[in-house]
């Protein structure tokens, strides 16, 4: 038997917990728990505090307000345009630090990565530039690099996901060649012709488009120089004459490209274009539309003799307005009030001949004044039904309006009719016309009808 009670050394249950906890090292983390995860991924913090006291940068352009620098922008155009060789001119102007078409460029190096047109092709196109801007070809060879890619252009391709089973672009092993060039190279422009030929994917899938797009804009970002890439694509069949998007496939490349431009031909004439810029979401758009004329060696050139460059001189911009909107009344063709309508203002009046482009530089700076037109009395939302039965609004002239302009009113029967059962397939086509004019109208129906009638009773 033992001598004495060893249980009086033995601490109290709550004592003896917490000798423990004094005894036991506390571990990393909150309180003495288990250490806190840490995120898989984090997010860079934007620096608000600083916005006025260290602003950043302004965007800065390789080409002035048309190409961002350290962005992806779009060259669109049909094949034969002269996309290619517009992209070739603005690699040999920046290279030489000299304006292109009237507007000022950023000097510096510029890479043409060319995977559909090879050497000899190349070679002729910029004899004919280095001719046409005065440029000589050893100074220009310092300043500018071409690789021909079209053995092997794919910088994006499709490759499955074994688990998902699903397709996403992958960059190629040319992708980290074009990298490593131009991480040696630290040009400020890079050309990329074209979309077609670097991207093997589906351009209609929209996470392929902009996983693609994305890896290029890596290059913008990652690369010391930060050049501008321009992308070449082209532009779908329906987009002819200004119907249809400028770009062909999924609206992940537009929406994936923080610019875009656009070559258009004109409608009778291949030989003038019109280059565009369709979107900026930098800065404001401000520039204008530059009307182009090929030239011997299929270089561009401004066309002296292009229409609309200038405002009308000796009419105020506001009647320029109302005597446009004045000929869509009397066309039958309906200019919509409301900003996202396909037709509202901007869309149905900007491509008009006399359209005052220094203006109404854009469609906010044109829906202003037509609101403002609206407060004076000079036009008025008329309600209409269109082949649906459905309640639509158009602009149309006040009696004030057409005075302005020195004109009176469309009387009742020749004025377009707001309330339609014909079907409209073209609204950009349609025109009114008195229904006794109409072969086969309504009324002629009606009455062929009435005589076939007449001619059963009376054989009867």
Known sequence: MLERDWTQNVAPYGDERQLCRESVSEPFGVDGGFPEPQ?????????????????????????????????????SGHGGSGKSTLALQLAVAVAMGLPLLGVSTTPGRVLVFSGEDAEPLLRHRLAALCHALDANPHALAERLLVLDATENPALGESVRDRKTGR??????????????????????????????????????????????????????????????????????????????????????????????????????????????????????????????????????????????????????????????????????????????????????????????????????????????????????????????RKSRTAWALTAKGWEAIGESAPSASSAPSYDESAPVTAPYMSAPSAPSCRAGGMGDRARTHKDALGDLSDGQ
């Open 167 to 388: 397709d996403f672009i992958a960059p190629t092993t040319v992708y980290g060649r074009l990298w490593e060039i131009l991480t040696e190279y630290q040009p400020v422009l890079v050309v990329v012709d074209n979309a077609s030929d670097v991207f093997e994917g589906n351009e209609n899938d929209r996470s392929q488009v902009r996983g693609f797009v994305r890896s290029l804009a890596r290059i913008c970002r990652q690369v010391g120089s930060h050049p501008a890439i321009l992308l070449l694509t082209h532009t779908p069949k329906q987009a002819v004459n200004g119907r249809g998007e400028s770009y062909s496939g999924s609206t992940a490349w537009h929406n994936s490209a923080r610019a875009r431009l656009s070559l258009t031909p004109a409608k009778d004439d291949d030989s003038r274009l019109t280059l565009s810029l369709d979107k900026l979401n930098i800065g404001p758009r401000t520039a204008e539309p530059l009307h182009l004329v090929r030239s011997h060696g299929g270089v561009l050139d401004l066309d002296e003799n292009a229409h609309d460059v200038e405002d009308p001189p000796n009419e105020s911009p506001t009647s320029t307005l109302l005597r446009l909107l004045a000929d869509f009344v009397r066309r039958g063709e309906r200019v919509s009030p409301e900003p996202k309508a396909h037709t509202n203002a901007w869309a149905m009046l900007r491509e008009e001949m006399g359209f005052p482009r220094k203006k109404y530089r854009n469609a906010s700076a044109l829906l202003t004044a037509m609101r403002q037109l609206e407060r004076d009395g000079l036009i008025s939302r008329e309600d209409y039904r269109d082949a649906y």
């Open 39 to 75: 995120p898989l991924v984090d997010l860079p913090r934007v620096d608000v505090s600083g916005v006025i006291d260290a602003p950043s940068p302004p965007p800065d352009f390789v080409w002035d307000g048309m190409v961002p620098r350290g962005h992806i922008c779009l060259l």
